[in-house]
């Protein structure tokens, strides 16, 4: 990991905050640092809750690369009795939206879908300074647990 992906660390588990330069390499970063902090919890989250995590992780990252056009996101993991959230804040306002998935394989448009399945709920807040997109998990499985 170059050092201008590195994440820089701002606060111990149960809750995580590291900053992310928006590279290429950040969302190997983000998982990475997604599945650290999830093999510290106590328990940890079960195996398909840790997968949605850190699959949620990756595609919210990537969202904040390719489509907010800003220099850097955060990344924040805060881990509840019985969830696990997930939140990327930037600088763009413009929240991620929902289009057709090409089936092609050019224009993307699965993500955000699949982000609001594996999710227990979703929710974006948007400011002057910019917004914040996050997801909370179940700890046990997927957003029917």
Same mark, same amino acid.
């Given at each position: ?5 590195? =994440?820089?660390? /701002?606060?111990?588990? @149960? ?12 969302? +190997? ?8 902090? &999830?093999?510290? &919890?106590? @328990? =940890?989250?079960? #195996? ?16 904040? $690369? #390719?489509?907010?056009?800003?220099? +850097?996101?955060? &990344? ?18 413009? @929240? @991620?939206?929902? #289009? ?16 609001? #399945? &594996? ?13 914040? /997109?996050? +997801? /909370? ?7 029917? $647990?």
């Amino acid at each position: 990991m170059s050092s201008a992906t590195a =994440p820089h660390r /701002v606060s111990d588990a @149960p809750s995580l905050v590291v900053s992310l330069e928006n590279s290429p390499e950040a969302a +190997a970063a983000a998982r990475d640092v997604a599945g650290d902090f &999830l093999k510290g &919890l106590g @328990p =940890p989250p079960g #195996r398909d809750a840790s997968d949605a995590v850190v699959l949620i992780v990756s595609e919210l990252v990537t969202n904040a $690369v #390719r489509h907010s056009r800003t220099r +850097a996101c955060t &990344l924040s993991l805060a881990a509840g009795p019985g969830t696990v959230t997930v939140s990327v804040a930037d600088a763009s306002p413009r @929240p @991620p939206c929902e #289009r057709n998935p090409d089936v092609r394989g050019a224009g993307g448009g699965f993500g955000w879908p699949m982000v609001r #399945r &594996l999710a227990v709920s979703t929710s974006v807040e948007t400011s002057s300074q910019g917004k914040t /997109v996050s +997801a /909370v998990v179940a700890r046990e499985g997927g957003p029917s $647990v």
